[in-house]
């Protein structure tokens, strides 16, 4: 191959789980490495995304600032996968989609003593929450989706080696998990 | 629980023997008693029916007519099938909603009442409809509503409403063999005793006929692999669920040819070898279980029902009538057996299917009413005099129950063969843009497909027949068909409980004008796994409503379309509102901007 591909990841409304998992695939990173570069990731460190291959997001959209970085992805990203079920469906922070957002901030900051002191926080610096928390694909085209809480280490590396390899990404029985 | 309740509490479960799979039809008498199935109840249950408290709540709480909480003393439900909204049933809720204050799906403070939806109830052709505590009210107006709620305001019982409202009209506009039939009741099975079981399942054979709840599956063949399928017991089962929006042509047979219905049930136990025969009754139809109880007396009475019938010795048969309670999966007839049973109505594995293992694992013939009618009819005027009737593949008549824009909706039975054009014509509809055949599982009709005809060589049905003109909306179609699946998936097995509320959001994603052609793609790819991964009939045809409008009116869709290949499914600044109040805040952080990417 000529040309390294260019791998971006994010951890967004998630509980970086799904980062685990790729770091789970141990040695084959260095398999991986030979192929890939990492752009913007929690491995690298870079904090802004430069043009990539492929972006790899988890968890869902419950801010503000969930909505930038995904479309700083969406726009930078040939190739965006949503992974793990929180990514996909909402999964666990969408719990807070049963309750009012508003009784929710009233709860923790009013009504509990000793937080912030009884006063919601309106630094401008802090990232606004939506009211509910969405998937990604709700607010952006997403193109593949890895299921999983979070899926195995052995299915993040069938799904990438497959889409590196320029083939339809599949998994197989026993890769695909909902859970 | 109070003493007396318990008592009332005893003497239900008494009436079902103390019989742990009776325990739907206890529930729904518990239900019907108390206005809703209370934790002191559940517990009693428990101790008397010696079944897990979780079994009980796990049932009660499958059947949408079933409530675990207080639902009010009065618990109003209005039809919301399509055809009901096209005659204003949407605004008819809202104004008692106002009249009462409270908010649809809650119950009011007072613990008076409660106002929700709920799935075609049968009375398309003199909706819109409602049931208050199960009870239908047809042709409401906004004069009827509020003199409802007037009612119910006043807490007048329900059993002093003034009759009318309660009315329920047959709306026979053709009849034909079926409808226009004077048998005696008895005739028939007098020549099939005569005749014997077999000779009953070969005549069913040569007359062709085949099953009238959807799938045509031929009908000798069915009582012959039932009569022949080895079993301590065989039984015959009625699906009167009649569960499909739009179709309500069983609820006319049962007032109108009980006897019809109930000989055919009998002529299948003398085929198959059953003693026993039940007929599962929609809980919507609750109003015909007395009337249809007096006909089954009455045909005991007359040596038609019960032991050696006809002084036939050794031929004994008795039909007992099970009440469902508002899931229209019940219908299909794997989860009919379960919910006969009393369990959950999840569709089983298919095979075995019940013709060798139903109810209670033993061999079951289930068929439709109209089905059982026709059966008997075949038999009473030769099978192959029958065979003449109608088509090649399709023999004898059919029931068709219009309804929808035209002037004259109601039943209709034709032989086999008609045209949709000419049903049209006889119902005096005008500019009609579309027909959807055989409910929201079935196939939608453009204007250049009117000359197709009703029969299992072009278009099986099982009797919906929903006209649309050219003032309506088809995308709306699709999109209440598509809320219906929804809301009726069993949830059984995942593609169709997930898949069924993926496509209702992707619905209402492109009404909301959020829409893409990336969601119509979507849809099809949803379709595939449907179609390919769903455990049953209803998840395999979720998205025909979908298709099917697409395909002959795809402009309904795009004129709501963004131009965009990407929208997001919401308003994304309006998501940072509630935050932006809390926080007092507005500066440019506190918004997000509209970007389709
Ligand atoms: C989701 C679903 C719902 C159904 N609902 C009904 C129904 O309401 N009434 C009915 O007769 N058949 C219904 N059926 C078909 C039954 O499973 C079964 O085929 C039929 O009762 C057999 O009777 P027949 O051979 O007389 O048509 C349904 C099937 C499915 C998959
Ligand atoms: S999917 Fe599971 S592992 Fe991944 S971010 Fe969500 S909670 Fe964590
Ligand atoms: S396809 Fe739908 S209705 Fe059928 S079993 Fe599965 S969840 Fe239930
Ligand atoms: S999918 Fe959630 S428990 Fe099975």
Same mark, same amino acid.
């Given at each position: 191959m000529s040309k390294k591909l260019r791998i971006a990841t994010t951890s967004l409304a998630g509980c970086f789980g799904c980062h685990m998992s790729i770091l789970d695939i141990d040695e084959r990173l260095f398999a991986l490495l030979e192929l890939v570069e990492f752009d913007r990731s929690p491995i690298t460190d870079i904090k802004h995304c430069a043009p990539c291959d492929i972006g790899i997001i988890e968890g869902g959209i419950c801010n503000a600032e969930n909505v930038h970085v995904l479309h700083e992805f969406r726009k930078n990203c040939k190739i965006l996968i949503a992974i793990g079920a929180c990514a996909i469906n909402?999964?666990? /922070?969408?719990?807070?989609?049963?309750?009012?957002l508003s009784s929710c901030l009233t709860e923790v900051?009013?009504?509990? /003593?000793?937080?912030a002191h009884g006063h919601i926080p309106n630094d401008p610096e802090l990232p606004l929450p939506l009211d509910k928390v969405h998937p990604l694909h709700e607010v952006v085209k997403i193109d593949y989706f890895i299921p999983g809480c979070p899926p195995s280490a052995d299915a993040i590396w069938k799904f990438l080696t497959d889409l590196i390899a320029g083939k339809t990404p599949e998994l197989g029985h026993g890769l695909i998990k909902y859970d | 629980m109070a003493a007396d309740d318990l008592c009332l509490l005893e003497q239900i479960v008494a009436r079902h023997?103390?019989?742990?799979?009776k325990l739907l039809q206890i529930l729904r008498e518990v239900q019907e008693c108390f206005g809703f199935i209370a934790p002191a109840a559940v517990n009693s249950l428990a101790e008397s029916l010696a079944i897990p408290r979780a079994r009980i709540e796990s049932v009660a709480s499958f059947?949408?007519?079933?409530?675990?909480t207080p639902h009010g003393e009065y618990r109003v439900l209005f039809s919301d099938n399509i055809t009901d909204r096209m005659l204003g049933s949407q605004d008819l809720m809202a104004q008692m909603c106002q009249q009462l204050w409270l908010q649809p799906g809650k119950v009011s403070e007072d613990g008076l009442v409660s106002i929700g939806t709920t799935s075609c109830t049968g009375m398309c052709d003199q909706g819109p409809a409602l049931l208050v505590n199960g009870r239908a009210i047809t042709r409401l107006t906004h004069q009827r509503v509020m003199e409802i709620g007037q009612l119910i305001r006043n807490r007048t019982?329900?059993?002093?409403?003034?009759?009318d409202f309660f009315r329920i009209e047959n709306n026979v506009r053709r009849s034909d063999l079926v409808l226009g039939s004077t048998l005696l009741p008895g005739v028939v099975l007098q020549i099939a005793l005569a005749l014997g079981g077999q000779h009953v399942v070969d005549s069913i054979k040569t007359s062709g006929l085949r099953g009238?709840?959807?799938?045509?599956?031929?009908t000798g063949l069915k009582w012959e692999g039932c009569r022949n399928a080895p079993g301590s017991e065989h039984y015959v089962v009625c699906?009167?669920?009649?569960?499909?929006?739009?179709?309500f042509k069983d609820r006319v047979l049962l007032n109108l040819q009980p006897d019809l219905v109930f000989e055919g049930m009998t002529l299948c136990a003398l085929a198959v070898g059953a003693k026993k025969g039940f007929?599962?009754?929609?809980?919507?139809?609750?109003?015909l279980l007395e009337p249809l109880q007096a006909v089954l007396q009455r045909r005991r009475d007359d040596n038609?029902?019960?032991?050696?019938?006809?002084?036939?010795?050794?031929f004994d048969f008795d039909i007992e009538i099970h009440l469902g309670a508002?899931?229209?999966?019940?219908?299909e007839e794997s989860a009919l057996i379960e919910s006969l049973e009393g369990k959950r109505g999840v569709p089983r594995n298919r095979p075995p299917f019940p013709v060798t293992?139903?109810?209670?694992q033993q061999p079951t013939a289930v068929d439709n009413v109209e089905t059982f009618c026709q059966a008997v009819l075949a038999l009473h005027i030769d099978a192959e005099k029958y065979r003449a009737i109608g088509t090649e593949k399709s023999s004898g008549t059919k029931l068709i129950s219009v309804s929808g824009d035209c002037p004259r909706p109601g039943i209709y039975e034709y032989?086999?063969?008609?045209?949709v054009r000419e049903v049209l014509q006889d119902c005096g509809?005008?500019?009609?843009r579309a027909v959807q055949i055989s409910g929201p599982a079935g196939v939608c009709l453009g204007e250049?497909?009117?000359g197709r005809k009703l029969g299992f060589e072009d278009l099986p049905t099982a009797g919906a027949f929903m006209v649309f003109d050219d003032s309506r909306d088809m995308f709306e179609v699709a999109r209440n068909f598509v809320h219906f699946f929804a809301h009726e998936?069993?949830?059984?097995?995942t593609p169709c409980r997930v898949g069924t509320s993926i496509l209702k959001q992707t619905m209402d994603k492109i009404a909301a004008g959020?829409?893409?052609?990336y969601d119509l793609n979507e849809v099809e790819n949803l379709d595939r796994v449907l179609q390919t991964?769903?455990?049953?009939?209803l998840g395999r045809s979720a998205c025909n409503p979908v298709l099917h409008t697409l395909k002959h009116f795809r402009p309904a869709y795009e004129n709501k379309?963004?131009?965009?290949?990407f929208e997001p499914a919401f308003d994304l600044d309006g998501a940072l509102a509630r935050a932006r109040q809390m926080t007092g805040r507005d500066d440019a952080g506190a918004h997000l901007k509209a970007e389709g990417i």
């Open positions: 909402g999964g666990l /922070p969408a719990q807070r989609n049963h309750l009012d900051y009013l009504t509990e /003593p000793g937080l | 023997g103390n019989d742990a799979s059947y949408s007519f079933l409530h675990l019982p329900l059993a002093d409403w003034p009759a009238r709840g959807g799938a045509g599956f031929p699906n009167a669920d009649e569960g499909e929006p739009g179709t007929l599962y009754l929609r809980g919507e139809y609750r109003y038609l029902l019960g032991k050696s019938i006809l002084g036939f010795p050794g508002g899931a229209y999966i019940c219908g293992h139903g109810y209670l032989p086999f063969g008609v045209t509809a005008v500019n009609t250049s497909e009117f998936s069993c949830g059984f097995c959020h829409g893409t052609r991964t769903s455990h049953c009939g379309l963004k131009s965009l290949d």
